[in-house]
């Protein structure tokens, strides 16, 4: 099953690496991420796990 990434995922994954790159993360910005991670997985039948690091990967190393 190919994993479907949502702009909202996309931009707050943005936002949170944005602030780790700036070293200024905060609590609400990672809170938004897992929230939204979890709130998508249960919501598709995605595994969080792979979901989470496909997120991760389109946003850190974009191709």
Not at 24 to 29: F, G, N, P
Not at 36 to 46: D, F, L, S
């Amino acid at each position: 099953m190919a994993i479907e990434l949502s702009d909202e995922l996309i931009g707050l994954e943005q936002q949170a690496w944005q602030e780790m790159q700036a070293g200024a993360l905060t609590v609400e910005a990672a809170w938004a991420v897992q929230s939204a991670v979890t709130a998508h997985a249960e919501a598709t039948g995605a595994n969080r796990y792979e979901l989470e690091m496909a997120l991760k990967k389109r946003v850190r190393q974009p191709q």
